[in-house]
């Protein structure tokens, strides 16, 4: 199966070995399940029985590893079995069980939202908000945005208390659960400066997460701010944030090539922000022809007076690489130099 092979077939054989109690075999038959459910979905609903058994078992693990099973299903009459285990496991004494039953109400909204609404299980993650372990709340949170792409409205209105919730939770959880928190704090219009001063605390350390999703997402919160503070405020918070993002050009070049993205998209409203850090932006050898263009690209944009000889230099040697189109490339962001900065047209002639 995990080879690309189709074993289908094997199906009934499988499903007998389903009320196992070795955990790793378990966790065999609910992997071979979720993948081929879907081309035995009369068969499937014979497993039901014992996924409802083992969302009561003593161990938590068995609990989260059912619950999720049969969240990930994707046969229609499995809906109707999942209500109450998944009322159960959201309620559970242990919280590896309830942040796993969160993400399972996203996966029951996509499958059947007007069901997923009429037992209340949107209201139970907002009431997860409060709960006492910080996963749990980054789950809810994840969940609940993810309602919100699929349903088109905005389920979590954060207010002064879920703000204060959501800034002691982002040092608490997951990677994954900083960067939902992070993008609730990015949709939130703060009130005052004192909210501002807030956020811009408790996210600055994130910029130094070993996630670029994580530094991405922290930026965006903090950019966000930058509207409704002060001038020089402002200056300062932009200086934070030009070592995180050249920090980026550090990653593996597909991270890379995202980031220049974004890193094009704030200096079309910040555009001295990273003309200091221009060696950050110059091209390796090893770099792929899709970030060499996109290198000159940027560096074209971050082009000062005080730089532009420098960069001259650097484009001259570029327009003599052995790749047609970074030549190309550098020829012409040569002429976009000459056109921006009118003391440099007499030295690319």
Partial sequence: ?????????????????????????????????????????????????????????????VRALAIRTMGCIRVDKMVDYLCIPLKETLNDDN???????????????????????????IDTLLEMLDDSNQTVVANAISALLEISKMSDAKLLNVNGVILKR?????????????????????????????????????????????NPAVVLSSIKVILKQLEKVSSDTRERMLRRLTSPLCSLLTNPPEIQYVALKNIRIILEKYPQILARDLQAFFIKYSDP??????????????????????LLSELREYAMDVDIQVVNRAIEAIGQLSIKIESISKKSS
């Fill in 1 to 61: 199966m995990t080879v690309g092979k189709d074993v289908s077939s094997l199906f009934p054989d499988i499903l007998k070995n389903i009320a196992t109690h070795d955990l790793e075999q378990k966790k065999l038959v609910y992997l071979y399940l979720m993948n081929y459910a879907k081309t035995n979905p009369e068969l499937c609903i014979l497993a039901t029985n014992t996924f409802v058994q083992d969302t009561r078992d003593p161990n938590p693990l």
């Fill in 95 to 121: 919280p590896y069980v309830r942040k796993t039953a969160a993400i399972c109400v996203a996966k029951l909204f996509d499958l059947n939202s007007k069901l997923c609404t009429e037992q209340g299980f």
């Fill in 166 to 210: 959501l800034l002691l939770t982002l040092n608490e959880c997951t990677e994954w659960g900083r960067i939902s928190i992070l993008v609730a704090l990015a949709d939130y219009d703060t009130q005052d400066s004192g909210e501002v001063e807030k956020i811009v605390e408790k996210v600055t350390p994130q910029l130094q997460h070993e």
């Fill in 289 to 310: 022809l899709y970030l060499k263009l996109e290198k000159i690209d940027i560096l074209v944009r971050i082009s000062t007076k005080e730089n532009a000889s420098i």
